[in-house]
């Protein structure tokens, strides 16, 4: 299994775990977008999310902006310490910044996400 | 308004050049941030020192006798007896006794004769130069100042920095304001600001306003600060954003603007009433009859609460709207402004904001939320 990321055109990346599990957060573009992150809503552990749809929401001190969920499946965990660090979410977007790991219900949707070349590449249309 | 043509103030070229983010604001392309980012900028603007561009704002001269009567005329408050080298905020008000628009008005008189150099939104300046020309007496000349830059340096350190380039700025205290030469340049400066803090608004011919900015933002303790912060500042601060906080809709007794209000003009004062909307606005002071007041809300989650949120009761009746909201820099939680029945306007009274779905609980505050730091003396 490779360590790389694969992003959704709407911002989020995935980091396959090995163990049917996968992390997710948004990009360093998102971040980069909204701005300083001021709050978090983590979605619920258990609950069932599904791809394309919303199951996070990041504020910075301009706006709110939805996440939506890169693939389908079961929140396993939450990044709890972004309650009290959300800024941790432009300071390490892409690592200590993850905002869920969800139980993968549908492997196959990884394949609908990009590597990090051909998601850069959107960035510069 | 029209989208299509956005003006530019004197200084646009500097903010495009120190990276500003630049977004139409009020018919202005107007910078909301600058790299440094919001949340550093306003925490920057708490610490040091910040220079903001408020060129985008109306300023007007009325110079000749009868030009403070002619001003007290409009607004609840105290013009006529406003000292030479005082600024005071007022309001002008609707027949109706709501709000046209929140203004800052100095007292330049001399030997000239009678000067008022008053400061108007962006927003309601050709409303607000309107309105004063229709109620121009004669012998009064209104000259809107079209040539002129306005920037505001704001912070803790603002004093020393403009005590390099002007030493007599030292003996300002809160509120005062004078003509003078900074490195050859006419200005007119006053010891105030929105921000909460100490600092300086300056009026500066358009011609020199990127010399005297570079001068300024060239001093360690300055940085450039956009919009974005000044909001944050001002809410912080228990500052009303006219058009949000305030409009024609509410009352300055509804917006808790009370304080902004004369005793003199009040009833029982020599120079009671007088002023358009009067009746209602007096009235509501000796009667306290009104539906809803202008409160300060803090959040206890961190989730910010924005503009346009419901406000609900323990019962999810709902009670209120919030007129400005967000995260608060400095105090690290959710600040708020909002509109509440009068029942839920005390202190320490518990409502929930009605957020995703969810009821985030929020407490009336004491405004501002911050303690202000203004010099006086």
Known sequence: MSDSLRFAASHEWVRDNGDGTVTVGISNHAQELLGDVVFVELPEVGAEVEATKEFSLVESVKAASDVYAPVSGEVVEVNEALDDAPETVNEAPEGEGWIAKIKLSNAAELENLMDENAYKATLEE | ?377
């Open chain 2, 1 to 377: 308004m029209s989208e299509a043509v956005l003006n530019k103030t004197p200084l646009f070229d500097l903010h495009v050049s120190l990276g500003g983010k630049m977004v139409p604001f009020a018919g202005y392309e107007m910078p909301v941030q600058y790299p440094l980012g919001v949340k550093s900028e306003h925490l920057h603007t708490r610490e040091k020192a910040g220079l903001f561009d408020v060129s985008h704002m109306g300023q007007v001269i009325l110079k000749g006798e009868g030009a403070a009567a002619m001003m007290e005329s409009l607004v609840p408050v105290d013009i006529i007896d406003l000292p030479s080298g005082k600024q005071r905020y007022a309001l002008f008000t609707n027949e109706e006794g709501g709000i046209l628009d929140d203004l800052m008005v100095t007292n330049y008189s001399g030997e000239a004769g009678e000067e008022l150099y008053v400061v108007v939104n962006a927003a309601c300046k050709d409303q607000d130069i309107a309105h004063m020309r229709a109620h121009l007496p004669e012998g009064v000349e209104l000259e809107v100042l079209e040539d002129r830059a306005l920037v505001a340096l704001q912070g803790p350190a603002a004093a020393e920095v403009m005590k390099r380039f002007a030493p007599s700025t030292a003996e300002m205290v809160f509120m005062d304001s004078r003509k003078m030469s900074i490195e050859g340049i006419d200005c007119f400066i006053s010891r105030s600001g929105y921000t909460g803090e100490d600092g300086f608004e300056i009026s500066i011919p358009a011609a020199d306003a990127e010399k005297l900015c570079r001068l300024l933002l060239d001093q360690e303790e300055v940085e450039a600060i956009g919009l974005g912060a000044r909001d944050s500042l001002r809410l912080e601060s228990g500052l009303c954003l006219y058009g949000h906080d305030i409009d024609t809709t509410t009352t300055p007794i509804e917006g808790s603007l009370i304080w902004a209000i004369s005793k003199i003009r009040r009833n029982g004062g020599d120079r009671a009433a007088g002023f358009p909307g009067a009746d209602k606005i007096l009235g509501q002071i000796e009667t306290k009859e009104f539906d809803t007041k202008r409160v300060g809300l803090l959040g206890s989650s961190r989730a910010p609460v924005r503009e346009g949120t419901e406000l609900v009761n323990a019962d999810g009746e709902v009670i209120g709207k919030v007129t400005s909201g967000s995260f608060g820099p400095t105090i690290g939680a959710p600040v708020a402004m909002a509109y509440v029945q009068k029942a839920y306007s005390a202190l320490e009274t518990e409502v929930f904001a009605l957020v995703r779905g969810k009821q985030l609980p929020m407490t009336v505050s004491r405004m501002p939320f911050i303690e202000q730091r203004y010099y006086r003396g």
